[in-house]
Nanobody
């Protein structure tokens, strides 16, 4: 099992930036493809971005392309999500997980709130 702890969320104004971190522990986390997901109030959890286990391949939801960048540091067992040009519709709880996600690896998430 892989345990995941997200951090870095907060309250920012429209156009602001944040960098989220996800620290993994447990069963060889550096060997897995990872992804970020988010869940806004009243909505289902949705895919945001993914990265291959070596970091050479990334994928993004259309809604965040050009604004968000996913990266990883396997030496630190950490996956990052750099977010710029934030919009109110980016407001959500952000989660990381393996890709594809495992039900037993969801963490508490980190809240991102973008004010207009």
């Amino acid at each position: 099992q892989v345990q995941l702890v997200e951090s870095g969320g907060g309250l920012v104004q429209t156009g602001g930036s944040l960098r989220l971190s996800c620290v993994a522990s447990g069963r060889t986390p550096s060997m897995y493809a990872m992804a970020w997901f988010r869940q806004a109030p009243g909505k289902e959890r949705e895919f945001v971005a993914s990265i291959s286990w070596r970091g050479g391949s990334t994928s993004y939801a259309d809604s965040v392309k050009g604004r968000f960048t996913i990266s990883r540091d396997n030496g630190k067992s950490t996956v990052y999500l750099q977010m710029i040009s934030l919009k109110p519709e980016d407001t959500a709880v952000y989660y990381c997980n393996l890709n594809p996600p495992r039900p037993d690896s969801w963490g508490q998430g980190t809240q991102v709130t973008v004010s207009s």
